[in-house]
């Protein structure tokens, strides 16, 4: 199903008065790979909320696929965007590897052979099939954020976005999360610091600075330019510092 | 091969919780009637190959409660403030105190067993079986699944704490560490809503979903029986 999403002029402000996002325009289209980056208190994760409709913008519109979220809309959207948390001890809360992955599918009202299908499906595109019947907190970090991948992925979304998918990571465990990263045939939308997973992985990329966007186009072209990665917090990525 | 792997983690659960019913209905208990339990316990144990060191180690963890209410309950019948009437109270009322240490072990033991037997999910799987309330279902969950992301927490806070802040006197140190004990509290609280964020953005409505249907059979009801036969006998004893 073709799932792109729009945010039309949408703001939105904390109830503590935090202005975190202010009239964003942005489309992220069909299968697109996307990297949103910024610096800290940027407006990323209130982005990656708002998509899912965990916040609801103060004002302005978001889209997704055929779909404006309202409160109406908020099953299914929640159902075609799957949200990755930075800290998979947030992401992970059952007792089981196993139903903690079926949790989301369940959660949708599919069958019982359904849901195991797609949790096996889902440890598969992780493999990790042998920690099923694992607790999550006996699992390593790495081994918990590709749960974590994995408890989205059996949802099926047309759209996924990712908080910091390859942070604290060892150089095999980011590897190994950049390798699933490619291989997720849905819209991706990923925030990230890790600039040179941006690079190699995702062809486009957005920039989000004070709660606005500053920079929207090809990862190459913007992680390159060092007065606008510097201006805002960021800077170029290893393989250009040093090439 | 372990006849408890035959029953439903329901009838595990109800079985336990009619032990235990008869063991608090039927205190104070003699020295027969306790040793008959920890006897049935202690065969059950044997049966379902279970570690009963383990168990009966970790049965002692009601010790300290129980010891202390144990400890103050002739208080209550100090008449006047002097050495002989305290001497007389707690010569007086050894048998109840005895006693409240004695029940709640026996439970306890009764709970290792259970525990042995059971996992954490099929004790959960039960609970949701019998219709215990939800919130307490998903209390317990949360509990089983956070209490080592608590315990990785405060051992890393009082890692700082200590590093920074060596050779402290004893009440500077409980002061810390009730700052410490608000600090995990806060820490709870926020990680109980980005948790909360989780759930919901995978189609959370208000019920933990579960995959597992196992209904009681013949065993189930044979063990059953046996339990209550168990602690009517202690009771008819009593």
């Given at each position: 199903m073709s799932c792109s999403i729009i945010y039309e002029d949408v703001s939105f402000t904390y109830p503590n008065g935090t202005d975190a996002l202010h009239q964003v325009n942005?489309?992220?289209?069909?299968?697109?790979?996307?990297?949103?980056?910024?610096?800290?208190?940027?407006?990323?994760?209130?982005?990656?909320?708002?998509?899912?409709?965990?916040?609801?913008?103060?004002?302005?519109?978001?889209?997704?696929?055929?779909?404006?979220?309202?409160?109406?809309?908020?099953?299914?959207?929640?159902?075609?965007?799957?949200?990755?948390?930075?800290?998979?001890?947030?992401?992970?809360?059952?007792?089981?590897?196993?139903?903690?992955?079926?949790?989301?599918?369940?959660?949708?009202?599919?069958?019982?052979?359904?849901?195991?299908?797609?949790?096996?499906?889902?440890?598969e595109a992780v493999s990790l099939t042998h920690l099923s019947?694992?607790?999550?907190?006996?699992l390593s970090f790495g081994q918990k954020k590709r749960i974590a991948l994995a408890t989205?992925?059996?949802?099926?979304?047309?759209?996924?976005?990712?908080?910091?998918?390859?942070?604290?990571?060892?150089?095999?465990?980011?590897?190994?999360?950049?390798?699933?990263?490619?291989?997720?045939?849905?819209?991706?939308?990923?925030?990230?610091?890790?600039?040179?997973?941006?690079?190699?992985?995702?062809?486009?990329?957005?920039?989000?600075?004070?709660?606005?966007?500053?920079?929207?186009?090809?990862?190459?072209?913007?992680?390159?330019?060092?007065?606008?990665?510097?201006?805002?917090?960021?800077?170029l990525p290893a393989v250009v510092k040093y090439s | 091969m372990n006849p408890f792997n035959s029953l439903t983690p329901q009838s595990k659960l109800l079985?336990?919780?009619?032990?235990?019913?008869?063991?608090?209905?039927?205190?104070?208990?003699?020295?027969?009637?306790?040793?008959?339990?920890?006897?049935?316990?202690?065969?059950?144990?044997?049966?379902?190959?279970?570690?009963?060191?383990?168990m009966l180690l970790r049965s002692l963890v009601v010790l300290p409660v129980a010891g202390m209410l144990s400890l103050f309950y002739p208080l209550r019948f100090v008449a006047e403030l002097t050495p002989a009437a305290f001497v007389t109270a707690y010569a007086t009322y050894w048998q109840p105190m005895l006693a409240l240490i004695v029940t709640p072990w026996l439970c306890v033991l009764v709970m290792m067993f259970l525990m042995e037997i059971c996992t954490q999910e099929d004790i959960l799987y039960a609970m949701e079986c019998l219709h215990l309330p939800h919130i307490l279902v998903l209390l317990l969950t949360f509990m089983f699944r956070y209490v080592d992301v608590m315990r990785y927490q405060l051992r890393a806070s009082r890692r700082a704490l200590v590093s920074r802040a060596p050779g402290l006197s004893a009440r500077r140190q409980v002061m810390l560490y009730g700052n410490l004990a608000g600090s995990m509290l806060i820490r709870a609280y926020?990680?109980?809503?980005?948790?909360?964020?989780?759930?919901?953005?995978?189609?959370?409505?208000?019920?933990l979903p579960r995959l597992r249907s196992e209904r009681m059979a013949v065993p189930d009801a044979i063990f059953l029986v046996c339990t209550i036969v168990f602690a009517c006998g202690l009771l008819l004893y009593h």
């Amino acid at each position: 199903m073709s799932c792109s999403i729009i945010y039309e002029d949408v703001s939105f402000t904390y109830p503590n008065g935090t202005d975190a996002l202010h009239q964003v325009n942005l489309t992220l289209r069909h299968g697109e790979h996307v990297a949103l980056l910024g610096p800290n208190g940027a407006g990323k994760s209130t982005i990656m909320l708002l998509s899912n409709g965990i916040l609801k913008p103060n004002q302005g519109r978001i889209v997704v696929g055929d779909l404006t979220l309202t409160a109406d809309t908020l099953k299914p959207i929640r159902q075609r965007v799957g949200l990755v948390f930075q800290d998979p001890d947030d992401q992970l809360f059952m007792t089981t590897v196993h139903d903690d992955i079926a949790f989301g599918p369940l959660n949708r009202g599919l069958s019982a052979g359904e849901v195991e299908q797609r949790v096996a499906d889902a440890l598969e595109a992780v493999s990790l099939t042998h920690l099923s019947a694992k607790a999550p907190h006996d699992l390593s970090f790495g081994q918990k954020k590709r749960i974590a991948l994995a408890t989205v992925l059996a949802m099926q979304p047309d759209f996924l976005i990712l908080d910091e998918p390859s942070s604290n990571l060892d150089p095999r465990g980011r590897r190994q999360m950049m390798e699933l990263i490619r291989s997720i045939p849905s819209t991706v939308l990923i925030a990230t610091h890790d600039l040179d997973m941006a690079w190699e992985l995702l062809p486009r990329t957005i920039i989000i600075d004070g709660g606005q966007v500053v920079a929207d186009g090809p990862t190459r072209e913007l992680l390159a330019d060092e007065v606008l990665m510097i201006s805002h917090g960021l800077e170029l990525p290893a393989v250009v510092k040093y090439s | 091969m372990n006849p408890f792997n035959s029953l439903t983690p329901q009838s595990k659960l109800l079985g336990a919780v009619i032990m235990v019913v008869g063991i608090v209905v039927s205190a104070p208990h003699t020295a027969f009637s306790a040793g008959a339990v920890v006897l049935l316990v202690s065969a059950l144990a044997i049966i379902a190959e279970a570690r009963i060191g383990q168990m009966l180690l970790r049965s002692l963890v009601v010790l300290p409660v129980a010891g202390m209410l144990s400890l103050f309950y002739p208080l209550r019948f100090v008449a006047e403030l002097t050495p002989a009437a305290f001497v007389t109270a707690y010569a007086t009322y050894w048998q109840p105190m005895l006693a409240l240490i004695v029940t709640p072990w026996l439970c306890v033991l009764v709970m290792m067993f259970l525990m042995e037997i059971c996992t954490q999910e099929d004790i959960l799987y039960a609970m949701e079986c019998l219709h215990l309330p939800h919130i307490l279902v998903l209390l317990l969950t949360f509990m089983f699944r956070y209490v080592d992301v608590m315990r990785y927490q405060l051992r890393a806070s009082r890692r700082a704490l200590v590093s920074r802040a060596p050779g402290l006197s004893a009440r500077r140190q409980v002061m810390l560490y009730g700052n410490l004990a608000g600090s995990m509290l806060i820490r709870a609280y926020d990680q109980g809503e980005r948790i909360h964020a989780a759930m919901l953005s995978r189609g959370y409505t208000g019920i933990l979903p579960r995959l597992r249907s196992e209904r009681m059979a013949v065993p189930d009801a044979i063990f059953l029986v046996c339990t209550i036969v168990f602690a009517c006998g202690l009771l008819l004893y009593h």
